[in-house]
Structure formats: C-alpha cells, structure tokens
C-alpha cells in the first residue's frame, strides 16, 4: 500500500501587469509609518504617540521582511524599503545583520557599479533592550554604524541593564560615538540621546555634535549637556529638547523648543536667549508645585512671534489651581495644545480642566484648543461624556473650538 502523499499544489497568484514606478509606490505606501524619516518628527508633540508611532514602525520592518522573500523582483524592489530604516533592539541579532552588511558593502565598494542596502538607510534607532556578550555587540553597532554612510536620524536609546552594569561603559559609548565618520556626520539631521540609563561622557558627547554641523533637531532632555555649548556649530539647529541651563550659544535657526518644568530647574534662562525667534514651545510640568500661569507669563514677555504652546501635565489639577491665579495666554498663540499623561482620570480631573480653561485669558488669535493625546479623547468620549458636553459648551461661550488628537473638531 503506497501511504505517500502528494504534496498541496501551490496557488499561482497573476499579479497585475504595471510600471515597476507603480508597484515600488505600492509597497512603499504598504509599509509607510507616517513622517517617521522626517527629522523634525523626532520630537513627537504627545509622549505616548511616540510608544503607538513604535509599534506601527515594528509592524512596518516585519512586513518588509516579508516582502523581500515573495520573488527575486519584489526582492530588488524591496530592498531599499527594507533597510530605510534600521531598528536594533536585542543584542543577539547584531552580528547576522553586522555580517550581512559588511559583505554587501565591500562588495559595493569593489564592483564601484551597485549600491550596497546601507546606502538606502536614512533612520538608526540604538534601542537595545537586552544584550549578551556586550563587547561584541557594541563592535558590531559600530560596524553596522560604518556601513551606513546616509544616515538623516538617529536615536540613542540603550535600556539593556548589562550595558548598564558594565564597568567600562563609557569606553563603549565612547567606541560607538567614534564609528561616525566625518561624512555620516555630516548627513545628520536629528539626534536624540535617552539619557535616563546611559549617558555619554560629557567631552565625548561634545566631540560627536561638533561634527554634527548640519543637525536641526536635537533632542537630549535627560542629558546633560556640555557646558561649552556655545561653541557649536549649530546655526541649522531648529528644534531643541533640553532640560539644562547651559550656555547654547546664539542658535540664529532655532524655532521649537522643548522642556520640562520643575522646582530645581525653571526655563527662563532659555527663554530670555532664545525667546524672540521661538514658534513653537512644549512644556512638560511634573508635580503640583510649579504653576502654569508663572510659566506662559513668561512666554509673554520674552517670546513675541509664539504660534502654538503645547502643555503637557500629570494631573488636570494644575489648571483647576488657577482660578486664583488665572492663565494668560500669550496674545499671539494659535494652538493651544494639552495633554495628561496620566490614565484612567476620574471626572473630576476633567472638570478641574475645563474649570481651569474657563478662566484662561485668551487671545484674539487663538484658533481652537486639541487634545495631543489619543489616550486623553478616548477617556473624555467613552467615560466622561457629560464632562465632555460640558467643557464644549464652556468652550463655545468663549467662541473656541476643541480638537482631537488627528485635528479633528470634537463634537
């Protein structure tokens, strides 16, 4: 008895006959994660629509890996899609890529005729949250970094705890930062470093960003900055995220600024320095103790083209304090910008918000208030419905609209 059998008969797929221009934009809008090689979107208005933009990215690069196995055409078209954009995450998987790279480059350089898939690379995340041999891996990130002479973004967030532990972490920061050649620094438009578990050495961290002399987004909230900033060559520089009073120099390009608020530190020196160039400022409050007002008065005082203030809190309770005290917002402001990074608020944080917001002075150019949060929204509509229908008709007497987090007005 013949108990083989035959294998399934695999199903032949016709795609449609079109441009090789067509199909490339097919699978490029397949795995698209919106402005996610745009340097300025570096800095994300609200703090967890950068964890939602993370996931949709992990979800991108696994669709990529699929598409580069269908046929050796969807291969050549997809390769440059796939390596766009590199996220290393887990220390094990550095040598295969390190290797795989390595051997495309060379033979690149040598045939002097094809590009090797680093070309293609325009973002770099370093956000290793597990490794293993850690001296191995941080050779490969830096022959991985040398392969990659395009690079536009890249972001420096290492969480491992055996990086953390290593008695000669600094040394391996230090490796790192030196595998940027002159050229790839060059090519840099934004740098983000976490600082909250690793940090550079301060004269390290000053030797890379001198060489950085294109940059126009850096964001370093939780590093402290050198102190001889000044000498920088940051006369691109647009946007900035820091929580350190240092000496930054002129920075004639600077528009957006980023910073927190706190007891120990207040962003008035930043403000008195860069004030008047200032478009766009997001101000992130941690505690009850600083007030909001004290903070947009000087917003008023010191920056006179301001278009948009963005405020992000831990609890709606800051605005619902200024009663006494009330929030004058600066007079040229569009967009007022919120978001609480808390979840699951009770209603009466809402209503201390719209309290807050009913004793706001606003200025006739004020176009509407948005929530920047997509969390914030979705508790208002489905817990908070008569909080919400509240705060509109609040809002409506003062002839405002409120939008969500996508620009929509909320009805």
């Known amino acids: 008895m013949n108990t083989t059998r035959r294998a399934p008969s695999r199903r032949v797929l016709n795609t449609p006959d079109l441009p090789p221009e067509i199909w490339m934009e097919i699978l490029r809008q397949a ?33 990529k890996r699929y598409l580069v196995r269908v046929c050796r055409q969807w291969h050549a078209w997809s390769v440059p899609l796939l390596y766009e954009s590199i996220f290393l995450g887990k220390g094990s998987s550095l040598p295969a890529l390190r290797d795989a790279l ?24 370093i956000a290793l949250r597990d490794m293993g041999r850690t001296e191995t891996e941080v050779e490969c990130i830096a022959d991985i970094i040398r392969c990659l002479p395009n690079l536009s973004i890249v972001n420096f967030a ?12 600094k040394d391996l920061i230090l490796y790192i930062l030196q595998s940027f050649t002159r050229a790839t620094l060059s090519s840099l438009r934004a740098v983000t470093w976490d600082g909250r578990v ?21 964001r370093c909230p939780h590093l402290g900055m050198t102190q001889n900033m000044s000498s920088l060559p940051f006369t691109s520089l647009e946007s900035l995220s820091i929580n350190d009073d240092c000496s930054t120099g002129e920075l004639p390009s600077l528009r957006h600024l980023v910073t927190d608020v706190f007891l120990r530190f207040s962003p008035q020196p930043l403000f008195e320095r860069h004030g008047a160039k200032l478009e766009l400022v997001q101000l992130h409050f941690f505690g009850r103790q600083p007030t909001i007002a004290h903070v947009l008065a000087m917003l008023s005082r010191f920056c006179p083209k301001l278009l948009r203030v963005d405020i ?22 569009r967009v007022l910008g919120l978001q609480n990074i808390s979840t699951q608020l009770p209603s009466r944080e809402y209503k201390n918000l719209f309290l807050g917001l009913e004793h706001v002075q606003y200025g006739t150019a004020l176009h509407y208030i ?22 509109l008709e609040i809002l409506a007497h003062k002839s ?7 620009g929509v007005v909320i009805r």
């Open 400 to 406: 405002l609209e409120l939008r969500d987090h996508d």
């Open 158 to 169: 290492i969480t491992a705890q055996q990086f953390q532990r290593h008695s000669g972490r």
């Open 370 to 391: 948005q929530f920047i949060d997509r969390g914030n929204v979705k508790d208002l509509r489905q817990k908070h419905p008569r909080v919400l229908t509240r705060g």
């Open 102 to 125: 390595m051997k495309m480059f060379q033979r690149a350089d040598n045939s002097g005729e094809v590009c090797s898939p680093g070309w293609w690379t325009k973002r770099l995340d």
């Open 198 to 218: 690793v940090r550079p050495d301060p004269d390290d961290w000053h030797a890379f960003l001198e060489g950085a002399i294109n940059i126009r987004v850096l």
């Open 31 to 63: 795995t698209l994660v919106p402005s996610i090689l745009d340097p300025h979107d570096v800095l994300q208005v609200s703090l967890r629509a950068g964890w939602d933009k993370v996931q949709l990215y992990r979800q991108s690069l696994v669709t």
């Open 312 to 333: 992000t809190v831990g609890t709606w309770d800051l605005f619902g304090r200024q009663v006494d005290e009330p929030i004058l917002l600066p007079p040229t402001v």
